[in-house]
DNA sequence: AATGAATGAGCATTCATTCAT
DNA sequence: CATGAATGAATGCTCATTCAT
């Protein structure tokens, strides 16, 4: 990230002092963009919006930022920073069985996923990943690519124990993720505009028992839930 | 001068400058807006593209639609009126186990949402879900409302004849399409944004039998596939 | 006028047998014509508007008429044609007075200023006086004019005759004329914007007593009205 | 070389681009508005026009009126509030005769519609009075109601004194005042397509000499003039 | 650094005019 | 003659970007 450098070393020098800073500034823009650009779309979010969201003038966005596209990309790149950190560096607990170890990934997963706000995200890539291909791309390799790297692991491991079924291509994985990955999409869709909304924890515990019935074998000591 | 000749003679090649297509005029309209907003999302799509796609002038959209946005919904409802009449009027073959008529069911479904190019409209509608509420709405009731009651259909009944698993809630059946209307969505990111494009048949295949391996009871007559 | 002869010879020919005809359409086209433009003004009157009130197609109207300028003008043309005749043949009883004869020059040509629907010609033309400045000029001296000649004709009767006061200027006229003139110009927005609409035969009445009140020299044969 | 000598030169003078003249635009477009609105009409004026006539850029116009009608009724706003001001706080001079009161009414009056430039927005509001409704409406009350008001309060006293012939009716009132009526509509198009222009001085003189004469009675302090 | 006035390319929409039928 | 589909220049308005203050 191009300003965090600049961030951490402001918080450190004023140390609690905490006022709006120029230093804060980056993060305050980014932060409204993401609200806006996750509601409205890239092309209906209009840049004064963000500034005045942002409570700083519009030429001031130019500061920071060489262009709406930069701003875009900044959100992008800020908050899949963290998800990729968290993904990469979360160690699974080989312990537990596979069923449990991908019971408690799934749901950490999830929780990562709300927190970092990156289903906003991945609407706006969606939509926009014909006029910003490279957006997409990096979507899916830098943010989607680790999961598909841990499931993979997690997986292949299961496979080794005889705990899961078959074999774990990338086709599968993504099946997998899918009824999380949907969720993700339509969920600000689902809670606005659907006509009977969903219970979304009920979706996700299903969603999870799916994804768990369907490959892990039947053992005897993690019992298929829901039989 | 051998200008002039050839001016002359390009000029008896061309013809009239246009033709009146009165009738075949918002179907080409229709077609080449579905393809554009498809492709590069509502705002994105100038009318000016898509009359020069229809091989028309700018003016002449508006013989046929009142607005951009009228188009667009013209769009819409031109792609889910054949989709929604296939899904209402489609019957299970009863005679066959619950895992034959799903595993039918959700190939055929997806059959025709390829056909009807659906996966293009899912894109815009869920993009402009903000935008334009009403759109996504309608998408939810009217064109995905069909699927979850049919499936929802075959599930009960696979519950009455003990072949299908626990409880048939609003949330199960979303998470069993989920992986399908994933595809919808991302396919054509992934074609040509996809570092490794997927295999799309394979990803079906996996997505049909996560399915039935999620609801289906293991019987004696119908065994479980990949197991 | 152009299609007049047109328009004579097809009613000979036709005879009774009275059926909308072509000959008929440029009357029809002016007719709507007029009635539109005086109420939107030019700019604000679409072609399409008047073809549809006269009862044809957008196309047709170039038939007839090379452009809506050119339509504008026969309108004008039209409407000032019968109004000239009746004011250039009108032959005053000079065996009256001249106060009586000035009542009735006035009441006369009120009468046909309103029959000739020259009210809404007036005031197209100064409104656009500055868009089209031939137009205002034709009409001061072709539709005006004729009417300051015989007012000021009448006056110098007068004068000579020691029934009228002072000089008979340009301006003098302008200004006897000017209450009728400002009533053509003004009742259409008075009728439908006025808060307290005026009564149109008092407004006449008074106008026309005021210019008999400030020209007529008080005499023995022709009491001052009002007083 | 030469050319390049020439254009640093002419560079060097140029000076910025632009100013900031936050507090002059609005006064400086309601300025060239006005003129461009009085000369060619609502439709005919383009907001391009009116933004060069001010020497500013199409899209700042729009920082000052939210749009063309906006602006519009901004400049009849503009003209018309310190006209209003000037009539309502007029005090006329009762020890003069009527006659006298009178004439320095109309006088001052005409005068005050000439330096308010209302001629101008008297003709585009009668051009567009189908078009806008209230503001013919806002017209005839705010700008010609209160000159009737004091008209008529100068003629009732007048009556009371035995100095004013008749009753005082709103038709009277506004035959009184047609003629600078008619010459404020009237006066932009004959001084440049009137065959004949009048001189105005003339006129008003006429104007206000024929208001007298309609309505003084003859009396021994105050002869008539033109006698 | 911050502001916000000013810019101008861009786009949806209109409508007088043309022309294939 | 008549039609009305098609045209395309014109115009009001938007908004990302620039830059004087």
Redesign the interface.
């Known amino acids: 990230m191009q300003d965090s450098a600049v961030i951490e070393f402001s918080q450190e020098k004023q140390g609690p002092r905490w006022k709006r800073r120029k230093d804060a500034r980056p993060q305050e823009l980014i932060s409204a963009a993401l609200s806006l650009f996750g ?3 890239y ?2 979010t209009r840049l004064d919006d963000v500034a005045a969201k942002a409570g700083i003038s519009k030429g001031t966005v130019y500061l920071y930022f060489a262009s709406k596209q930069d701003l875009f990309e900044a959100v992008i790149r800020e908050r899949a920073a963290p998800w990729i950190e968290a993904i990469r560096s979360r160690e699974d607990n080989t312990n537990q069985s596979t069923e449990v170890v991908l019971r408690e990934f799934l749901d950490w997963g999830w929780q990562q996923f709300l927190e970092s706000k990156l289903y906003l995200i991945a ?2 890539v ?6 910003f ?2 957006l ?2 990096t979507y ?2 830098e943010v989607m690519g680790p999961v598909h790297e841990q499931l993979t692991r997690v997986l292949n491991r299961g496979v080794e124990r005889g705990e899961v ?2 074999e774990v ?4 994985i ?3 993720l ?2 999380l ?3 993700a ?2 969920r ?3 809670k ?5 909304p ?2 979304e924890q ?2 996700v515990r ?2 999870i ?3 768990v ?2 490959v892990i074998l039947p053992g005897e000591g993690a019992p298929q839930p ?2």
């Open positions: 509601e409205f779309g092309s209906q609407r706006i969606l939509a926009e990943s014909n006029n291909p490279h997409a791309e899916l390799r079924r078959g291509t990338r086709e599968r993504k099946v997998l899918a009824p990955s949907w969720l999409l339509w600000q869709a689902l606005t505009h659907g006509s009977a969903i219970d009920v979706y299903e969603a028992d799916m994804a019935r369907s829901g039989a």
